[in-house]
């Protein structure tokens, strides 16, 4: 009688034994859940760090291959000018790693700054101040000086990354969400329950004797109910994962924007060059004609300037080795495969731990096993999975109606990613403010409920509605403005118009 949980009666165990299976038996479950999680939380984190590496490598691939074929294309006028391109590439690091950059007015600003370079280079007799390029640079979407490349380039650009980066986060936060969750306190109940299970009957001298396989189910079920909770929003989490995965395969592909980008940046600089009377006639009438050099500095300009090479793009088989030793195409096909397998983990990891030889027997195994209090059948159904089914779990008594907060906070982090991933998959572009712990939810700083804290993200519409509407609120505001004025004004008329009446 001296026994508080294990069967009370002819024993092999004093009490002190019995409280040091509990503290064993404790242990032995956090170590099976651990395992099964770290497995998988190894999976996600050597993907993201293999795509981090592949993306920022790819990146600076795309600039040295630029850069060493425009200087052998174009020389001192590229070296001269390589600023613009450099500040290109700078952005763009800057988005897939920062992020808080707008894409589509970034490159906008990157073709309206060539413009003006090339626009000097081409009319190099004349003098123009910084006021006239920047009119220059207005006429970029009228005119379409460099052919229809700067549209292609910035969708493709911006579906691209968008996807890339998206992706990249997803991966690291499944990372994050697996590390947190992994780390189980179990409760009184569940603890008093797993020594039940494990250790009991070493007490009635059953050493070798296995739990139950559903006794097991049982158990785990209730002191991982939590954890199942996680499981809808995981799965959908891995299939907007999977969406984006088939974008980055198919037209959302970085590797195919980026490794011909020197190529199609040098087409767009040709088409202005065969354009450039044209462009030049129809700048003057927008903008007035410009200050001609005097007569010494025009020779010397156009011999400086004057340039005719067309820029030759690889052949596919010339190209060089991809990223990192692989390719995005692999990199892809191997998560794609690791993201179906991670499907349903949360409510799998019961009977995953339970087929744990060191938890349970095999399921072939019913009549001579540990039921809990004999070796026996174990007789009771198994419960399902998450909280709202623990209500009537026969081996662990659990609170349904306290959901715990750390899960609650994954649910949210999840759910805020898949958000993302449907964003991305769409082809829109998302604004990510950080990709660390808060974006898997641990810390408590925030201070808002879920359903009262803004989103976590913003989009960067392509027509700026979010400024195209603060500029309606503003010219509302200057609509609003002069009418009390006008309201003084007319009652003072009135008065004395009504004076005059008299």
């Known amino acids: 009688d001296h026994l508080k949980i294990c069967p009370q009666g002819y024993t092999c165990c004093s009490q002190e034994m ?11 479950f956090k170590s099976v859940v651990s395992e099964q999680c770290n497995h998988l939380q190894a999976v996600f984190a050597s993907r993201y760090k293999k ?18 074929m425009f200087v052998k294309t174009y020389g001192r006028l590229y070296m001269q000018n390589s600023e613009v391109f450099k500040e290109l590439f700078k952005e763009l690091k800057h988005y897939y790693v920062v992020g808080n950059v707008n894409l589509e007015e970034m490159l906008n600003d990157f073709w309206a700054r060539l413009l003006e370079r090339m626009f000097r280079l081409v009319n190099s007799q004349y003098h123009f101040t910084d006021e006239y390029l920047e009119c220059v640079s207005k006429y970029t979407e009228q005119l379409k000086p460099f052919g229809d490349v700067p549209r292609k380039l910035k969708l493709q650009v911006t579906r691209a990354f968008v996807a890339a980066r998206t992706f990249a986060q997803g991966l690291a936060v499944a990372r994050d969400v697996v590390g947190k969750v992994s780390v189980v306190n179990p409760t009184a109940q569940c603890t008093h ?53 088939e974008r980055l395969e198919g037209p959302f592909n970085i590797e195919s924007v980026m490794d011909p980008i020197d190529v ?9 060059q065969e354009n450039s009377v044209q462009v030049s006639q129809k700048v003057f009438q927008g903008c007035g004609p410009p200050k001609p050099l005097p007569a010494g500095r025009i020779s010397r300009s156009i011999s400086e300037s004057a340039f005719s090479a067309r820029f030759r793009p690889y052949h596919p088989e010339e190209r060089p080795t991809t990223a990192a030793g692989t390719s995005l195409d692999r990199l892809v096909t191997d998560v794609k495969e690791k993201l179906k397998q991670a499907k349903k983990f949360w409510s799998s990891l019961p009977s995953n731990v339970c087929n744990d030889e060191r938890m349970a027997a095999g399921n072939g195994n019913e009549d001579d096993c540990w039921n809990g209090k004999g070796k026996s059948r174990y007789l009771f159904a198994v419960t399902g999975n998450g909280l709202a089914n623990q209500g009537n779990n026969p081996e662990v008594q659990v609170n349904t109606s306290k959901q715990d907060t750390l899960i609650l906070r ?9 958000s993302k991933m449907k964003n991305a998959y769409n082809g829109n572009d998302v604004d990510f403010f950080d990709i660390s712990d808060e974006n898997s939810g641990e810390g408590s700083g925030s201070g ?20 195209s509407g603060s500029d309606k609120a503003d010219s509302a505001g200057a609509r609003a403005g002069p009418q009390p004025y006008l309201l003084i004004i007319f009652c003072v008329l009135f008065l004395f118009m009504q004076r005059e009446w008299r």
């Open 264 to 272: 199609k940046i040098s087409d767009a600089i040709m088409n202005m």
């Open 448 to 467: 808002c409920e879920y359903q009262q804290c803004p989103s976590e993200f913003e989009y960067n519409a392509t027509d700026h509605a979010g400024k």
């Open 193 to 245: 329950a797993l020594l039940k299970m494990i250790y009991c009957s070493h007490c009635q001298g059953l050493v070798t004797v296995k739990p139950c396989y559903n006794y097991c189910s049982n158990i785990m079920r209730g002191c991982l109910a939590n954890q199942g909770d996680l499981d809808i929003e995981w799965n959908n989490f891995i299939d907007a994962m999977l969406m984006v995965a």
């Open 18 to 28: 019995e409280e040091k299976y509990s503290l064993q038996s404790k242990d032995d």
């Open 410 to 418: 994954q649910i949210m982090a999840l759910r805020v990613m898949t």
């Open 51 to 68: 795509f981090d590496e592949f993306f920022k490598e790819l990146l600076e691939n795309a600039e040295k291959s630029l850069n060493d």
